[in-house]
């Protein structure tokens, strides 16, 4: 089944009917579906010979956009990056999110891991694939409207002044500033397989030989625009996860924790940088340092490293859990200029009783991207994959494990200065409006 209608004009007729994501996440019309999302419903969009877009009807993979879960002027805990409670409500019957994690995983036995891999996809195993891999933020705060800093060698070290030569040379090949420059908002749509591939206690390393069989299947959608606004919505397993930025506040829904934000200064959003936004990408490498080459399928790179001062380490930090080190470091090519490889590196330490032994969790992903093409003359990445892992270590040697997960992604559509989107479409959800985020002693209870 086809519609006749373009997309363009199909989401002209959406905004002028004012079925904005701001309206469907009311609490009257919480369980509304989201414009955005009910575009892709209606189907995929595509390009036919003579260069008219027109929907292609697809399979319903999103859900209704959730609105508000709780009652208004409730405290709503900040959002942590890393792994979430697989189970266990509090006593008012919510999830109590990264207080409550903490306390389950210092009394766990690596056993009961051990069987949660075994089993192989229970809700907890998809819970902690989303927990890290669904939406996770860049280290730093950038405002990817200002221009990349001029190129000069006086009185520069060479690890800046060879960075700066690097971006510059990285802008050029991703379309030029002019071009980025005139792109207002952004669209991209694409599909993506996460499976656990190993998970690594004291004595014993358990590999799923069926992970690429076993993999959840899914799907995202991505939705930005200037200035550092985005909203994004992804699917995977029967399990929806939503996250967005207003430029002043950052927000993430899942299933099972609800709806809650981020401490600390606004970031862009990870997936934004794995070949989707060269602008932004360029903006969060331009107080790197060039700290050698490095070889990458083939590809002579050169390494861009930023790491995330103290003070942003700090206002991140939130109870016992403090984190210490956020370090992202870029490949890019030296034949086209382009990025290949993006790896951050996240460490926390988290310690509940004072004066006892601290648990310690490094997170660290590796984004791979591949299949560069050129989209109204902006060099985006069709394809890649992502390697995640976890490793817990601390308080007791035996204790210690590693998981190791992994996505595939490519890309299926992609937009430039969608007519009719607007600030409208990334107002946050009515009680993170309406509340503060709760002191630390709040989220411990």
């Known amino acids: 089944m086809e519609r006749k209608q373009g997309f363009f004009s199909t989401l002209k007729e959406e905004v002028m009917r004012g079925l904005s994501p701001a309206r469907s996440r009311t609490r009257a019309e919480g369980r509304c579906v989201s414009p955005m ?8 969009r595509r390009k036919t010979n003579n260069n008219q877009l027109h929907f292609e009807y697809s399979d319903n993979q999103f859900i ?3 609105g508000s879960l709780r009652p208004v002027g409730e405290a709503l805990a900040p959002l942590m990056e890393g792994p979430v409670e697989s189970d266990g409500l509090v006593e008012d019957g919510r999830k109590d999110g990264w207080g409550k994690w903490v306390k389950g995983q210092l009394s766990r036995a690596p056993s009961v891991s051990a069987v949660s891999v075994e089993g192989s996809y229970r809700k907890s195993d998809l819970r902690l694939l989303l927990g ?3 939406a996770p933020l860049a280290p730093i705060h950038v405002f990817s409207m200002d221009p990349l800093p001029h190129l000069s060698i006086k009185d520069t070290p060479i690890e800046t002044s060879s960075a700066q030569y690097i971006l510059q040379q990285y802008t050029a090949a991703s379309g030029g500033q002019k071009l980025q420059s005139s792109i207002r908002n952004a669209y991209a749509m694409g599909k993506v397989k996460m499976f656990a591939s190993e998970f690594e206690t004291a004595t014993k390393v358990m590999k799923n030989r069926n992970s690429v069989r076993e993999a959840e299947s899914g799907g995202f959608v991505l939705w930005q625009m200037n200035p550092d606004m985005w909203y994004v919505e992804l699917s995977v397993g029967g399990c ?3 996250a967005g930025c ?4 950052v927000w993430r829904h899942t299933p099972w924790l609800g709806v809650h934000s981020a401490k600390g200064p606004v970031r862009p959003l990870r997936r934004a940088l794995q070949g989707l936004d060269p602008r932004t990408t360029a903006s969060m490498f331009s107080n790197a340092r060039c700290i050698g080459e490095k070889k990458i399928n083939g590809e002579d790179c050169f390494i861009l490293k930023l790491r995330a001062d103290a003070q942003t380490l700090k206002s991140r930090s939130e109870g016992p859990a403090e984190i210490i080190r956020h370090v ?3 490949y890019f090519s030296q034949r086209t200029g382009l990025l290949v490889e993006m790896e951050d590196s996240h460490l926390t330490r988290i310690q509940l009783n004072s004066g006892g032994d601290a648990v310690y969790w490094d997170t660290s992903i590796k984004s791979y991207m591949e ?3 050129s989209v109204d003359g902006i060099m985006i990445a069709h394809s890649g994959r992502s390697v995640v892992t976890l490793f817990r270590f601390g308080e007791v040697a035996m204790s210690q494990t590693k998981t190791r997960m992994e996505e595939v992604w490519s890309i299926t559509e992609v937009a430039f200065n ?3 989107l607007s600030m409208d479409c990334f107002i946050p959800p009515a009680d993170i409006r309406s509340c503060e985020p709760p002191p630390a002693s709040l989220i411990l209870k």
């Open 418 to 420: 969608v007519p009719g």
């Open 328 to 330: 992202l470091s870029g």
């Open 371 to 373: 299949d560069y093409r």
């Open 246 to 249: 207003n430029g002043k506040l």
């Open 132 to 134: 890290v891999m669904g």
């Open 37 to 44: 999302v009910g575009l892709l419903r209606r189907g995929s």
């Open 240 to 242: 929806k996860v939503h």
């Open 64 to 66: 209704p956009r959730s």
